[in-house]
Nanobody, 119 residues
Framework: QEQVVEYGGGLVQPGGSLNLSCVAS????????LYWYRQRPGQERELVAI????????IKLESVRDRFAISRVNADNTVYLHMNKVKSEDTGVYYC????????????WGQGTQVTVSP
């Protein structure tokens, strides 16, 4: 079965760190762009970070640009979101998205992992 599954969410104190992982199975992520999105309570889903298939990694969300990082290990079929100095406003559900834009076009979403930042 082709899917991506997120891991690593949980409760973290403000100022702490959390590492999310997204593991793909049933396909190789080598030719995929990998995205992390988040949806905060009562808000629209927003794009946090991108790691392209060509090796470019971009933190798209300005509010986390100096605190979060994205990485990928193709050999492990995994993309990571490294969250540092977290704030209460980082609370939300974090989603992984894997997209292949060459034929055959594919688009996979994970079920999301809850991150709660609270004392």
């Amino acid at each position: 079965q082709e899917q991506v599954v997120e891991y690593g969410g949980g409760l973290v104190q403000p100022g702490g760190s959390l590492n999310l992982s997204c593991v793909a199975s049933g396909f190789s992520i080598k030719d995929y762009a990998l995205y992390w999105y988040r949806q905060r309570p009562g808000q629209e889903r927003e794009l946090v970070a991108i790691f392209t298939s060509l090796g470019d990694n971009i933190i798209k969300l300005e509010s986390v640009r100096d605190r979060f990082a994205i990485s990928r290990v193709n050999a492990d079929n995994t993309v990571y979101l490294h969250m540092n100095k977290v704030k209460s406003e980082d609370t939300g559900v974090y989603y992984c998205n894997a997209v292949r834009r060459t034929w055959p076009i594919k688009d996979y979403w994970g079920q999301g992992t809850q991150v709660t930042v609270s004392p």
